[in-house]
Each structure stands twice: as C-alpha cells, then as structure tokens.
C-alpha cells in the first residue's frame, strides 16, 4: 500500500513525480502493445521508462495495480462526448469515437491486451470495469437530454443505451473479426436509437405499448 493508504498507483502527483507517472504509463502501455499482458515485466518497464527498478517496484509493486493505473489514466485522457442536438447524432458520434479507439494502431492492441488481462486477474478486471463505468457515464447524458426533449420515453436507461451502442464494436473487434468500419460503427448507433425510441430500455410502465 501507498504511505496514504491508497492502491499503489492510484494518487495523482504532480511535478517530478507526474513525470515518472507519465514516463511509466507510456511505457507499460508500449510493452503491452508489443508483447500482451503475460509477458509484462516491472523491470522491463522500468528500463523502458528510464526509471529506477526500485521507484516502479514501490510505487506500483505488481504489474496489476500497473495496469489498473494505466486504465485510470486512459479514463483521465479521454475525449470528452459530442453534443449535435439528437439523440441518432450523439450516438453516432460515440460509436465513431468507439471505432476509431479499437481501429487505432496502438490502441486497438492496448484494449485487446487490457481485456486479455482482466479475463485472468481480478484487480485489473475490476480497472476495466471502473474505465467502462466512467465512459459511459460521460455519454450517459446525451441519453438523458433525449428523454427530455421527448426522443424517447421516460424511463429509458441511459447507461443500457450506451452499451448497446458499443457492444457490437467489440464483438467485431474481439469474436467476429468482421470489418470495423465506420459504417458498421453507423449501424451500430442506428439500432441503439431506433431500439430505445422503441422502449427497449424502459421500465415496463414507460415502455410504449
């Protein structure tokens, strides 16, 4: 544990130590990227980052409370949703912004790799599910304004919206292997907005009849 008490990894410092932050992250993300998170190393990482062994071992002591933090950071950095005034657009913008992350060089590899990991450790699973949680709460409100602008029916599930938008983009990008195109990332905001105008995702006694 950190002197303050929390998960290794998890404070956010600033100045010099910011730096090393910065400097491991990128390198931990880089070994993941490049060799998966089986054959991710504290030492290598360390030698990547050009940073003491010894400042990554007591900082983040395992390669989980690692990743749990690169999560963190990937949650910190990512960009804010789009606003056009209808629920189709919002969720489209969401959808491509879901492609271009998983079609992405780098980051498409990242998220296999962070998946990968959560499926065998707890720690890191639990990261992955708190990085989805934020996501989607930020995008949750294009979903809410749709209610109020009577798009949708009260009662609608913001959140279930939103998952439903990006499921089929990882399924493409995790089962199927079908192309992850723009197209797909269209059809895949289409269906959510047309399955919640429907009342898919409100309670019974909102749901249209």
Same mark, same amino acid.
């Given at each position: 544990?950190?002197?303050?008490?929390?998960?290794?990894?998890?404070?956010?410092?600033?100045?010099?130590?910011?730096?090393?932050?910065?400097?491991?992250?990128?390198?931990?993300?880089?070994?993941?990227?490049?060799?998966?998170?089986?054959?991710? %190393?504290?030492?290598?990482?360390?030698?990547?980052?050009?940073?003491?062994?010894?400042?990554?071992?007591?900082?983040?002591?395992?390669?989980?409370?690692?990743?749990? %933090?690169?999560?963190? %950071?990937?949650?910190?950095?990512?960009?804010?949703?789009?606003?056009?005034?209808?629920?189709?657009?919002?969720?489209?913008?969401?959808?491509?912004?879901?492609?271009?992350?998983?079609?992405?060089?780098?980051?498409?590899?990242?998220?296999?790799?962070?998946?990968?990991?959560?499926?065998? %450790?707890?720690?890191?699973?639990?990261?992955?599910?708190?990085?989805?949680?934020?996501?989607?709460?930020?995008?949750?409100?294009?979903?809410?304004?749709?209610?109020?602008?009577?798009?949708?029916?009260?009662?609608?599930?913001?959140?279930?919206?939103?998952?439903?938008?990006?499921?089929?983009?990882?399924?493409?990008?995790?089962?199927?292997?079908?192309?992850?195109?723009?197209?797909?990332?269209?059809?895949?905001?289409?269906?959510?907005?047309?399955?919640?105008?429907?009342?898919?995702?409100?309670?019974?006694?909102?749901?249209?009849?």
């Amino acid at each position: 544990m950190a002197a303050d008490g929390a998960e290794p990894g998890t404070t956010r410092p600033g100045g010099r130590t910011a730096r090393v932050r910065a400097a491991v992250l990128q390198a931990a993300g880089d070994a993941l990227v490049e060799k998966g998170f089986a054959a991710l %190393d504290l030492a290598d990482v360390a030698r990547r980052a050009d940073v003491g062994k010894t400042t990554v071992y007591r900082r983040w002591g395992t390669t989980a409370a690692l990743v749990a %933090d690169l999560l963190i %950071d990937m949650a910190e950095q990512s960009l804010p949703r789009t606003e056009t005034g209808s629920l189709l657009g919002d969720l489209q913008a969401n959808a491509r912004l879901v492609r271009r992350t998983l079609t992405d060089p780098r980051q498409g590899k990242l998220f296999k790799a962070m998946i990968t990991a959560a499926t065998c %450790d707890e720690r890191t699973a639990a990261a992955l599910h708190r990085f989805y949680e934020t996501r989607i709460g930020e995008w949750a409100p294009c979903v809410e304004q749709a209610v109020q602008r009577g798009e949708l029916p009260a009662g609608t599930d913001a959140h279930e919206v939103i998952r439903a938008v990006s499921a089929p983009l990882y399924y493409r990008l995790l089962a199927s292997g079908d192309p992850l195109d723009e197209a797909a990332a269209d059809r895949a905001a289409a269906a959510a907005a047309a399955a919640a105008r429907a009342g898919a995702y409100a309670s019974r006694s909102e749901a249209p009849a």
